[in-house]
């Protein structure tokens, strides 16, 4: 008999935090110790997704050079998109699962599958394996994301949705970060293979924590009322009242995560063929992603203060702004200046859209609607490293990968006015909308 009532009163416990979290009022549901807690183990999750998205780009020129595996700019730019066509393929089919089957179970299950997947990339053989091992990795990656930014919109009250999920996303550009200072000393002493191995420490700590903290917000009964009502699902997305908006959000993704995630992929490349070692090379991937952790902040802040589209709209032209200057080969403190503008820019954008699609779909579509937009988000993610290196292959020098970055920015602001003029009255009232 003791030993069940610990266990009954956890169970209550949880219970309390899943009834909170499933929205039933404007206000939503109070922020709790739980609620922080699952948030921090989600946003840690995200924080190993980011460097496991940028990590490539630090170990590219090491895997052209040194690997025997024959590869040319061209074919890495291939290898690079197989991370992000398994993000496309995640990211769309985990947001419905985290609709269907519960938010917990498919976080939990995309960062095992992306860890287990990255951690064996250390061991390829060969460029075949590797990106057949960067593509199961990219499942996991892309399904995280969506799932967990259902989760924490349901945790947390209406008005702070857009700003948590903001500062959410800031561990992508952090784990960027982490990616970029981390080679600069590991990748000369040990080796390329170094980088991936880092996994290791989600694996076997931070999925530990979730199996704890995290709880499920949607009830089994929630669940199976909303299969029953048939009210979920692409299909409910592309008919209206969703269908314009949800296409508009999936192509300015597919714009901003070109421009984001082509440089994150090229940049060190890039400045080393500008003339740049390996070190300084890394330090200005390091300055981009440092801008993209300062644009979740100040971010986060705007879209409170300003509404998330109209904060995006001004973020994706100051990442435009940001690399047209790079095209002028302006001194090393501009590019450094530049750059953190670029990261401030692609990453506060793609934020802000992420807080945006939240706000705007009713509870029981989030998950969804968040997959939809990220998955088709990343087919500007799959062709942007090939884009970048179809470019250097056909000698059309280092600008031309950020003048396409930069027109991707720009083409990003124009969709996400239209954005704007479509849902403005609708998303002023989120509270409405959950």
Same mark, same amino acid.
């Given at each position: 008999?003791?030993?069940?009532?610990?266990?009954?009163?956890?169970?209550?416990?949880?219970?309390?935090?899943?009834?909170?979290?499933?929205?039933?009022?404007?206000?939503?549901?109070?922020?709790? @110790?739980?609620?922080?807690?699952?948030?921090?183990?989600?946003?840690?999750?995200?924080?190993?997704?980011?460097?496991?998205?940028?990590?490539?780009?630090?170990?590219?020129?090491?895997?052209?050079?040194?690997?025997?595996?024959?590869?040319?700019?061209?074919?890495?730019?291939?290898?690079?998109?197989?991370?992000?066509?398994?993000?496309?393929?995640?990211?769309?089919?985990?947001?419905?699962?985290?609709?269907?089957?519960?938010?917990?179970?498919?976080?939990?299950?995309?960062?095992?599958?992306?860890?287990?997947?990255?951690?064996?990339?250390?061991?390829?053989?060969?460029?075949?394996?590797?990106?057949?091992?960067?593509?199961?990795?990219?499942?996991?990656?892309?399904?995280?994301?969506?799932?967990?930014?259902?989760?924490?919109?349901?945790?947390?009250?209406?008005?702070?949705?857009?700003?948590?999920?903001?500062?959410?996303?800031?561990?992508?550009?952090?784990?960027?970060?982490?990616?970029?200072?981390?080679?600069?000393?590991?990748?000369?002493?040990?080796?390329?293979?170094?980088?991936?191995?880092?996994?290791?420490?989600?694996?076997?700590?931070?999925?530990?924590?979730?199996?704890?903290?995290?709880?499920?917000?949607?009830?089994?009964?929630?669940? @199976?009322?909303? @299969?029953?009502?048939?009210?979920?699902?692409?299909?409910?997305?592309?008919?209206?009242?969703?269908?314009?908006?949800?296409?508009?959000?999936?192509?300015?993704?597919?714009?901003?995560?070109?421009?984001?995630?082509?440089?994150?992929?090229?940049?060190?490349?890039?400045?080393?063929?500008?003339?740049?070692?390996?070190?300084?090379?890394?330090?200005?991937?390091?300055?981009?992603?440092?801008?993209?952790?300062?644009?979740?902040?100040?971010?986060?802040?705007?879209?409170?203060?300003?509404?998330?589209?109209?904060?995006?709209?001004?973020?994706?032209?100051?990442?435009?702004?940001?690399?047209?200057?790079?095209?002028?080969?302006?001194?090393?403190?501009?590019?450094?200046?530049?750059?953190?503008?670029?990261?401030?820019?692609?990453?506060?954008?793609?934020?802000?859209?992420?807080?945006?699609?939240?706000?705007?779909?009713?509870?029981?579509?989030?998950?969804?609607?968040?997959?939809?937009?990220?998955?088709?988000?990343?087919?500007?993610?799959?062709?942007?490293?090939?884009?970048?290196?179809?470019?250097?292959?056909?000698?059309?020098?280092?600008?031309?990968?950020?003048?396409?970055?930069?027109?991707?920015?720009?083409?990003?602001?124009?969709?996400?006015?239209?954005?704007?003029?479509?849902?403005?009255?609708?998303?002023?009232?989120?509270?409405?909308?959950?």
């Amino acid at each position: 008999m003791n030993h069940s009532l610990p266990a009954a009163a956890s169970q209550e416990a949880s219970s309390r935090i899943v009834d909170a979290a499933v929205p039933s009022t404007e206000a939503g549901p109070r922020f709790s @110790k739980g609620s922080a807690l699952a948030v921090l183990v989600c946003w840690l999750l995200v924080v190993f997704d980011g460097y496991d998205l940028i990590v490539y780009g630090t170990v590219q020129a090491s895997l052209i050079s040194e690997t025997g595996w024959g590869l040319t700019k061209a074919t890495a730019g291939t290898i690079g998109s197989m991370a992000f066509l398994g993000m496309m393929i995640g990211a769309i089919f985990a947001g419905r699962m985290a609709d269907s089957w519960g938010r917990r179970k498919t976080i939990l299950g995309c960062a095992i599958v992306f860890s287990i997947f990255t951690i064996l990339c250390a061991f390829a053989p060969n460029a075949a394996v590797f990106g057949a091992l960067r593509l199961l990795a990219g499942v996991g990656l892309g399904g995280l994301v969506p799932s967990a930014n259902a989760l924490v919109a349901e945790l947390v009250p209406t008005k702070w949705r857009s700003t948590i999920a903001t500062l959410m996303m800031s561990g992508v550009p952090i784990g960027g970060s982490l990616a970029a200072l981390v080679g600069i000393p590991l990748i000369p002493a040990f080796g390329w293979e170094v980088m991936f191995l880092v996994a290791v420490l989600a694996l076997v700590i931070v999925v530990p924590l979730g199996l704890k903290y995290i709880p499920e917000t949607l009830t089994p009964g929630s669940m @199976k009322r909303t @299969k029953s009502k048939n009210s979920s699902g692409f299909g409910t997305l592309l008919r209206a009242p969703y269908l314009g908006v949800s296409m508009l959000f999936a192509l300015a993704t597919i714009a901003t995560l070109f421009a984001w995630y082509g440089l994150g992929t090229w940049l060190p490349n890039l400045m080393q063929l500008a003339g740049y070692n390996l070190g300084s090379a890394l330090t200005f991937a390091l300055a981009l992603n440092l801008g993209a952790v300062a644009g979740s902040v100040i971010t986060a802040w705007a879209g409170t203060r300003f509404g998330p589209i109209p904060t995006a709209i001004t973020a994706a032209a100051v990442a435009a702004v940001g690399l047209a200057v790079l095209l002028a080969s302006p001194p090393v403190s501009v590019v450094y200046a530049a750059l953190v503008l670029a990261g401030v820019g692609t990453h506060g954008t793609q934020c802000l859209i992420i807080a945006a699609v939240a706000s705007h779909y009713p509870y029981h579509l989030r998950g969804t609607a968040l997959g939809w937009a990220l998955g088709t988000g990343r087919i500007g993610a799959v062709i942007a490293p090939q884009v970048g290196g179809l470019l250097l292959a056909a000698g059309m020098g280092v600008n031309s990968n950020f003048l396409a970055f930069a027109g991707a920015a720009a083409i990003a602001a124009v969709l996400l006015a239209g954005i704007g003029l479509k849902i403005k009255p609708t998303i002023s009232q989120g509270a409405r909308n959950v």
